[in-house]
Protein backbone atom coordinates (compact mmCIF):
# COMPACT_ATOMS: atom_id res chain seq x y z
CA UNK A 1 0.00 0.00 0.00
CA UNK A 2 0.94 3.97 -0.04
CA UNK A 3 2.56 4.87 2.79
CA UNK A 4 3.16 7.97 4.68
CA UNK A 5 6.00 9.60 6.21
CA UNK A 6 6.09 12.40 8.99
CA UNK A 7 9.21 13.96 10.48
CA UNK A 8 10.33 14.19 13.31
CA UNK A 9 8.29 11.46 14.75
CA UNK A 10 8.25 13.18 18.58
CA UNK A 11 9.55 17.40 19.48
CA UNK A 12 9.79 18.97 22.30
CA UNK A 13 9.97 22.36 21.81
CA UNK A 14 10.32 25.80 24.05
CA UNK A 15 6.94 27.98 24.71
CA UNK A 16 7.13 30.56 22.46
CA UNK A 17 9.05 29.42 19.54
CA UNK A 18 7.75 27.75 16.51
CA UNK A 19 8.18 23.83 15.36
CA UNK A 20 7.45 22.73 11.47
CA UNK A 21 6.42 18.98 11.06
CA UNK A 22 6.99 17.81 7.47
CA UNK A 23 4.33 15.09 5.84
CA UNK A 24 5.76 13.32 2.79
CA UNK A 25 4.06 10.58 0.51
CA UNK A 26 6.97 7.99 -0.42
CA UNK A 27 5.18 6.18 -3.64
CA UNK A 28 2.72 8.44 -4.34
CA UNK A 29 1.51 11.66 -5.75
CA UNK A 30 -1.01 13.26 -3.00
CA UNK A 31 -2.77 16.14 -4.75
CA UNK A 32 -5.00 16.67 -1.07
CA UNK A 33 -3.13 16.20 2.34
CA UNK A 34 -5.06 16.79 5.47
CA UNK A 35 -3.98 17.19 9.00
CA UNK A 36 -5.22 16.17 12.14
CA UNK A 37 -4.77 16.47 15.84
CA UNK A 38 -5.20 13.90 18.53
CA UNK A 39 -5.80 14.09 22.31
CA UNK A 40 -4.94 11.72 24.63
CA UNK A 41 -8.18 9.42 24.50
CA UNK A 42 -10.13 11.15 22.13
CA UNK A 43 -10.42 11.19 18.55
CA UNK A 44 -8.44 12.38 15.42
CA UNK A 45 -10.00 16.22 14.72
CA UNK A 46 -9.52 17.22 11.22
CA UNK A 47 -7.78 20.87 11.64
CA UNK A 48 -7.18 21.36 7.80
CA UNK A 49 -7.25 20.23 4.24
CA UNK A 50 -4.60 21.27 1.72
CA UNK A 51 -4.28 21.11 -2.05
CA UNK A 52 -1.05 21.51 -3.69
CA UNK A 53 -0.79 24.75 -4.61
CA UNK A 54 -3.12 26.30 -3.09
CA UNK A 55 -4.24 27.89 0.34
CA UNK A 56 -5.05 25.45 2.93
CA UNK A 57 -8.75 25.13 3.76
CA UNK A 58 -8.93 25.35 7.92
CA UNK A 59 -11.60 23.54 9.92
CA UNK A 60 -14.05 26.09 11.95
CA UNK A 61 -12.08 26.72 15.74
CA UNK A 62 -8.43 26.12 13.86
CA UNK A 63 -6.18 29.19 14.17
CA UNK A 64 -4.50 29.38 10.77
CA UNK A 65 -2.22 31.94 11.42
CA UNK A 66 -0.93 29.43 14.45
CA UNK A 67 -1.08 26.60 12.28
CA UNK A 68 0.33 27.40 8.94
CA UNK A 69 0.39 24.98 6.06
CA UNK A 70 2.25 24.82 3.12
CA UNK A 71 1.67 21.52 0.43
CA UNK A 72 4.47 23.31 -1.56
CA UNK A 73 4.81 19.80 -3.72
CA UNK A 74 2.83 16.64 -4.84
CA UNK A 75 4.57 14.98 -1.99
CA UNK A 76 4.66 17.25 0.61
CA UNK A 77 2.87 18.84 2.86
CA UNK A 78 4.32 21.22 5.50
CA UNK A 79 2.53 22.19 9.23
CA UNK A 80 4.02 24.66 11.11
CA UNK A 81 3.08 25.52 14.89
CA UNK A 82 3.93 29.28 15.18
CA UNK A 83 4.69 30.73 18.69
CA UNK A 84 3.58 26.98 20.67
CA UNK A 85 2.45 27.00 23.93
CA UNK A 86 1.39 23.96 26.29
CA UNK A 87 -2.21 23.69 25.27
CA UNK A 88 -0.57 23.17 21.83
CA UNK A 89 0.88 19.78 22.76
CA UNK A 90 -0.68 16.90 20.93
CA UNK A 91 0.00 13.79 18.45
CA UNK A 92 -0.97 15.22 14.90
CA UNK A 93 -1.25 12.70 12.23
CA UNK A 94 -1.04 13.74 7.88
CA UNK A 95 -3.04 11.96 5.82
CA UNK A 96 -2.79 11.83 1.63
CA UNK A 97 -5.29 10.94 -0.61
CA UNK A 98 -3.79 8.84 -3.11
CA UNK A 99 -5.03 7.15 -6.43
CA UNK A 100 -8.94 5.93 -5.87
CA UNK A 101 -9.64 8.90 -3.47
CA UNK A 102 -8.62 6.48 -0.33
CA UNK A 103 -6.95 8.29 2.65
CA UNK A 104 -3.23 6.83 3.45
CA UNK A 105 -2.01 8.22 6.90
CA UNK A 106 1.54 8.90 8.41
CA UNK A 107 2.40 7.73 11.93
CA UNK A 108 2.14 10.75 13.56
CA UNK A 109 3.84 13.62 15.09
CA UNK A 110 4.16 13.97 19.26
CA UNK A 111 4.93 17.55 20.10
CA UNK A 112 5.64 18.60 23.54
CA UNK A 113 5.45 22.14 24.40
CA UNK A 114 7.51 22.74 27.50
CA UNK B 1 -22.30 18.61 12.18
CA UNK B 2 -21.40 14.54 11.46
CA UNK B 3 -20.07 12.70 14.40
CA UNK B 4 -19.05 9.14 15.17
CA UNK B 5 -20.10 7.05 18.21
CA UNK B 6 -17.98 4.11 18.98
CA UNK B 7 -17.64 1.86 22.37
CA UNK B 8 -15.08 3.12 24.80
CA UNK B 9 -12.10 0.13 25.75
CA UNK B 10 -10.65 -1.49 26.17
CA UNK B 11 -11.98 -4.50 25.19
CA UNK B 12 -10.11 -7.42 26.15
CA UNK B 13 -11.06 -10.83 24.95
CA UNK B 14 -9.89 -14.60 24.57
CA UNK B 15 -8.03 -15.64 21.39
CA UNK B 16 -10.53 -17.46 19.25
CA UNK B 17 -14.02 -15.72 20.65
CA UNK B 18 -15.82 -13.57 18.34
CA UNK B 19 -15.77 -9.69 18.55
CA UNK B 20 -18.08 -6.79 18.23
CA UNK B 21 -17.10 -3.18 18.27
CA UNK B 22 -20.34 -0.93 18.15
CA UNK B 23 -20.30 2.03 15.77
CA UNK B 24 -23.02 5.03 15.43
CA UNK B 25 -22.83 8.19 13.47
CA UNK B 26 -24.87 11.19 13.07
CA UNK B 27 -24.53 12.77 9.37
CA UNK B 28 -26.57 14.57 6.98
CA UNK B 29 -26.99 13.14 3.24
CA UNK B 30 -25.09 9.69 2.77
CA UNK B 31 -22.10 9.49 4.08
CA UNK B 32 -19.04 6.85 3.68
CA UNK B 33 -18.48 4.66 6.22
CA UNK B 34 -14.64 3.39 7.20
CA UNK B 35 -12.92 1.23 10.11
CA UNK B 36 -9.57 1.94 10.23
CA UNK B 37 -6.93 -0.10 12.18
CA UNK B 38 -4.18 1.22 14.16
CA UNK B 39 -0.90 -0.92 15.16
CA UNK B 40 1.55 -0.05 17.88
CA UNK B 41 4.02 2.52 16.65
CA UNK B 42 1.97 2.71 12.77
CA UNK B 43 -0.33 4.91 11.18
CA UNK B 44 -3.68 4.17 10.86
CA UNK B 45 -4.70 1.73 8.00
CA UNK B 46 -8.01 1.22 6.06
CA UNK B 47 -9.50 -2.05 7.52
CA UNK B 48 -12.63 -1.69 5.47
CA UNK B 49 -15.36 0.51 3.93
CA UNK B 50 -18.74 1.09 2.59
CA UNK B 51 -20.28 3.24 0.86
CA UNK B 52 -23.80 2.92 0.91
CA UNK B 53 -26.65 1.09 2.70
CA UNK B 54 -26.38 -2.63 2.72
CA UNK B 55 -23.15 -2.51 1.37
CA UNK B 56 -20.70 -4.93 3.59
CA UNK B 57 -17.19 -3.73 3.70
CA UNK B 58 -14.71 -7.39 5.18
CA UNK B 59 -11.27 -7.69 4.85
CA UNK B 60 -8.98 -10.29 7.18
CA UNK B 61 -11.99 -11.76 8.46
CA UNK B 62 -13.78 -8.40 9.98
CA UNK B 63 -16.66 -7.55 8.71
CA UNK B 64 -19.32 -4.94 8.64
CA UNK B 65 -22.52 -3.65 7.05
CA UNK B 66 -23.49 -0.49 6.70
CA UNK B 67 -27.45 0.38 8.49
CA UNK B 68 -28.90 3.44 7.52
CA UNK B 69 -32.11 2.46 9.86
CA UNK B 70 -29.94 2.24 12.62
CA UNK B 71 -26.99 4.70 11.63
CA UNK B 72 -24.47 1.91 12.27
CA UNK B 73 -21.22 0.16 11.14
CA UNK B 74 -20.74 -2.24 13.82
CA UNK B 75 -17.15 -4.04 13.55
CA UNK B 76 -17.40 -8.07 13.50
CA UNK B 77 -14.79 -10.96 13.10
CA UNK B 78 -15.49 -13.95 14.20
CA UNK B 79 -12.41 -15.69 15.49
CA UNK B 80 -10.00 -13.25 16.52
CA UNK B 81 -6.18 -13.54 17.10
CA UNK B 82 -4.15 -12.39 19.03
CA UNK B 83 -2.24 -10.19 16.53
CA UNK B 84 -5.69 -8.20 16.02
CA UNK B 85 -4.49 -6.29 19.45
CA UNK B 86 -4.66 -2.96 17.80
CA UNK B 87 -6.70 0.03 18.47
CA UNK B 88 -9.78 0.65 15.97
CA UNK B 89 -11.55 3.81 14.66
CA UNK B 90 -14.93 4.19 12.86
CA UNK B 91 -15.01 6.99 11.23
CA UNK B 92 -17.44 8.74 7.93
CA UNK B 93 -16.85 11.04 4.87
CA UNK B 94 -19.58 13.08 2.89
CA UNK B 95 -17.37 11.93 0.34
CA UNK B 96 -15.86 8.49 -0.63
CA UNK B 97 -12.99 9.68 1.96
CA UNK B 98 -10.42 11.44 -0.74
CA UNK B 99 -11.98 14.26 -1.00
CA UNK B 100 -13.45 15.14 2.72
CA UNK B 101 -11.58 14.82 5.81
CA UNK B 102 -12.67 12.27 7.81
CA UNK B 103 -14.94 12.69 11.18
CA UNK B 104 -13.54 9.91 13.52
CA UNK B 105 -14.67 8.51 16.61
CA UNK B 106 -12.34 7.93 19.36
CA UNK B 107 -11.10 4.69 18.83
CA UNK B 108 -11.27 1.41 20.82
CA UNK B 109 -8.18 -0.29 21.83
CA UNK B 110 -8.46 -3.99 21.65
CA UNK B 111 -6.59 -6.64 23.55
CA UNK B 112 -6.46 -9.59 22.47
CA UNK B 113 -5.15 -12.52 25.24
CA UNK B 114 -3.53 -15.81 24.09
Redesign the interface.
Known sequence: ?AV?SQHPSWVICKSGTSVKIECRSLDFQAT?M?W?RQFP??????MA?SNEGSKATY?QGVEKDKFLINHASLTLSTLTVTSAHPEDSSFY?C?G??P?????????TRLTVT | GNSVTQMEGPVTLSEEAFLTINCTYTATGYPSLFWYVQYPGEGLQLLLKATKADDKGSNKGFEATYRKETTSFHLEKGSVQVSDSAVYFCALSDSGGGADGLTFGKGTHLIIQP
Open positions: GVTFYKQSLMLTEISAGGHEQYFGPG
